[in-house]
């Protein structure tokens, strides 16, 4: 008879346990959504001029948002996602602009960079068609800083808080090493005038 | 009444705590996982090895993950990715990047052996439709991917090891042929300009930060090289072979004097790397030596499972293992071999040669 009666509350324990776990566990969730993030960016110019942004300072800046996705080296298709952020030119000007003589050089704080030249910040890549796979022609690209993904902020994975990322009015991919996440340095640099000859010498 | 009361309550308790209970279990878990990371280059076998290794390993569920090669062994060393299996296209990265980086926490390094378990062929890749396809050969390659109307590609030696190693096998080829100007013709100009340079019967290539290739078309992967070429955009693409018979296309097999997939290109030159003036990654010296092609695979000392990670990798080596990777045309290295034979776990000693 007393087991009868210890049964039910030890179940109800457990089940309160239990339903306060979900609970915790639903909470840390809907925490790590949430759209407050404590981050910097540092924007060097060619000159040398120098500015930190926060996340805060760059989601205030005027923003685009178009469609946008990549592929992974492994084949891997990854949108195409509703894509906003920053436009890169945008940013650079904030420390003395871009021109044609010169390339952009960002960050990731896990010690990953890629370079992107002019023409890549003015738009010009080679897209491709998410269900071919074939190359196809883009109307308007925009190389930005993404800080949203589809109306939400990024997730970890995704390069939290800001990512690469290339956008337009088409839904096409472009190669994913592009898109270069948890950025948090962009600088302006000089291509050396001398090397660009464009030629090839072989001394022997 | 009372005692109905408990019970439906009980019932209700036990419910909630069911469905509690199946909201913390994290979704698709099932088994033991084992996670193999590896180079794109290696995705067709390895999918095809994780389906046969699962079927005779009932519970096991082998996770296979592909990026570019450096990127595989970053994924452990500086991304903090817990993998049981490692495979690169490129064997000298592991000891570059892993023997001397300490494990967070312990006084271990990631790793301190490698072994050589597959290899591959530098080869031209084109379809029907590229232009001269019916005049191509082994003999003549050169003077057709020269002609000013003929689009060549190759993969960013920035980002992908076939991308240098292309750069490497034009040079190669200029001392083969006894032609200086193959690497330009057939790679046309660059701004700001590849250069070469040579000392004491050693060369070096050097690759600017910034690629705008005036003749050439570079693409970041292999993949999207693939699809140019099948697209029609570009006519020939330097890749590996395995790669070009995996997607069906037709490939010209190159001297092995210059393909790479041997040591016989020192019998053209003392020395010749690729240096290139864009770092990529913080931690990796970007200079590339010329080697043959080695896959190297191995075991990160802190693997979640490391005895599963042994028998995937004797798995391989299987003669299951050997079919599927003749079935997918990608070469293996039998027996295989080892920078330092007596690291390896003991199941592994006994394989190499």
Redesign the interface.
Same mark, same amino acid.
């Given at each position: 008879m007393k087991m009868r009666r210890i049964?039910?509350i030890v179940?109800?324990i457990?089940?309160i346990l239990?339903?306060f776990?979900?609970m915790a566990?639903y909470a840390l969730e809907r925490g790590n959504n949430q759209d407050r993030v404590e981050w910097n960016v540092t924007l060097v110019g060619a000159g040398g001029e120098q500015k930190t942004l926060s996340y805060d300072e760059i989601k205030a800046m005027p923003s685009y948002e178009g469609w946008g996705g990549f592929? &992974?080296?492994?084949?891997v298709v990854s949108g195409p996602f509703k894509v906003k952020g920053v436009p890169l030119e945008s940013l650079c000007e904030q420390v003395g602009g871009v021109n044609p003589s010169q390339?952009v050089l960002v960050y990731a704080v896990?010690?990953?960079?890629?370079?992107f030249?002019y023409?890549q910040i003015s738009g010009k890549f080679?897209t491709?068609d998410p269900q071919t796979?074939?190359?196809t022609p883009h109307g308007e690209l925009k190389l930005i800083l993404m800080y949203r993904e589809d109306g939400k902020p990024l997730s970890h994975d995704d390069g939290k808080p800001l990512r690469i990322a290339t956008v337009g009015t088409d839904k096409l991919l472009i190669?994913g090493?592009?898109w270069v996440k948890w950025i948090n340095k962009i600088e302006v640099?000089n291509?050396?005038e001398a090397?660009? &000859?464009?030629?090839?010498?072989?001394? &022997? | 009444m009372k005692a109905k009361l408990e019970y439906l309550l009980t019932l209700i308790v036990a419910v909630t705590a069911i469905f509690s209970l199946t909201a913390c279990i994290p979704q698709g878990q099932k088994g033991t996982e084992l996670r193999v990371i590896n180079a794109d280059s290696l995705m067709v076998p390895f999918q095809e090895l994780a389906k046969a290794f699962e079927t005779e390993h009932p519970g096991v569920d082998v996770q296979i993950e592909g990026h570019g090669s450096i990127q595989v062994i970053r994924q452990v060393t500086e991304l903090g990715a817990e993998a049981d299996v490692l495979a690169v296209a490129d064997c000298s990265l592991i000891p570059m990047m892993m023997y001397d980086v300490q494990i967070p926490g312990t006084s271990e390094n990631y790793a301190d052996w490698y072994m050589i378990f597959a290899t591959n062929h530098l080869v031209i890749a084109y379809t029907s439709q590229s232009k001269y396809a019916d005049q191509i050969d082994n003999t003549n390659w050169y003077k057709i991917l020269s002609m000013p109307d003929v689009k060549v590609g190759i993969s960013d030696p920035r980002l992908d090891s076939s991308g240098y190693r292309a750069l490497m096998t034009c040079e190669l080829a200029g001392l083969y042929y006894g032609n200086d100007s193959i690497f330009q013709n057939v790679m046309g100009s660059f701004s700001p300009p590849i250069t070469v340079s040579e000392g004491n019967g050693t060369y070096t290539i050097k690759v600017p930060e910034i690629i705008k290739p005036l003749k050439a078309a570079v693409q970041g992967s292999a993949i999207a090289l693939i699809a140019t070429v099948q697209s029609g955009d570009i006519d020939y693409a330097f890749m590996y072979q395995s790669i070009a018979e995996q997607h069906g296309l037709r490939f010209i097999q190159l001297p092995p004097e210059i393909d790479l997939s041997s040591d016989a290109y020192k019998e053209l030159t003392a020395g010749l790397s690729v240096k290139i003036e864009f770092q990529r990654f913080a931690s990796v010296t970007p200079v590339f030596e010329c080697q043959p092609i080695s896959y190297g695979i191995t075991i990160p000392k802190n693997a979640p499972h490391p005895e599963l990670a042994v028998d995937f990798i004797k798995f391989i080596l299987s003669d299951t293992g050997q079919k599927i990777f003749q079935d997918c045309r990608q070469p293996l290295v039998i027996p295989p071999s080892a920078d330092e034979p007596s690291r390896l776990p003991s199941a592994l000693r006994l394989l190499v040669e």
């Open positions: 049964i039910p179940l109800v457990v089940g239990c339903v776990g979900a566990v592929f &992974s080296t492994a084949g390339a896990d010690g990953y960079s890629m370079v030249d023409d080679d491709y796979m074939k190359p190669e090493h592009f640099i291509i050396n090397k660009a &000859s464009g030629t090839i010498t072989v001394a &022997s | -």
